[in-house]
């Protein structure tokens, strides 16, 4: 799903599960759309703090509605990281990397065991617009407040002047 809620604000959801003959997405638009930003950007930084920012914001929504609080994950925070690093580098947001992969393949790829992957995206001005906007949207809502995730790895990538992408990458 795609929504453009402001001139600088770009936020874009996938939730995969298991099947039979692989993952589907369950509530998604097209995974291979690739929607341009209006930068590039390779002087970006990670941001630790925005992160825990992120994480807590999310927990708090999920507490607030008697779910569990999210586990942060190491592993699913350093795919979540790499993809918004490659997203500003090149100036695009997807769920799908340069390279073909989608969110499931890229944490799996890493060795992480997990059964279902969600992935919200956001491009903003800011992480209180990223969060207010993701939770303004229904299926972003939806994917925040799922009740079967436990793990998040959250990416923020901070690029100063041109604003922050978040990934939030799910999983349980």
């Given amino acids: 799903m795609l929504r453009v809620l402001s001139a600088g604000l770009l936020?874009?959801?996938l939730v995969l599960v298991p099947e039979a003959l692989g993952p589907r997405p369950i509530v998604a638009g097209t995974p291979a759309v690739v929607y341009p930003l209006p930068v590039r950007a390779t002087?970006?930084?990670t941001s630790w703090d925005l992160e825990v920012t992120v994480l807590n914001l999310i927990n708090n929504e999920r507490v607030a509605v008697g779910l569990a609080p999210l586990m942060p994950h190491a592993t699913i925070r350093s795919v979540a990281r790499a993809h918004g690093r490659e997203m500003f580098a090149w100036g695009y947001l997807s769920?799908?990397?340069r390279s073909g992969l989608g969110p499931q393949q890229r944490v799996l790829a890493r060795g992480v065991r997990v059964r279902v992957v969600g992935e919200n995206l956001a491009y903003a001005s800011g992480?209180?617009?990223a969060h207010e906007a993701l939770m303004a949207s229904e299926a972003h809502r939806q994917n925040i407040l799922l009740p079967q995730y436990q793990l998040v790895g959250i990416g923020v990538i901070d690029g100063g002047p041109y604003g922050v992408i978040v990934v939030q990458n799910f999983g349980n």
């Fill in 95 to 97: 769920h799908v990397s």
């Fill in 11 to 13: 936020i874009l959801m």
């Fill in 127 to 129: 992480i209180r617009e």
């Fill in 43 to 45: 002087d970006v930084q």
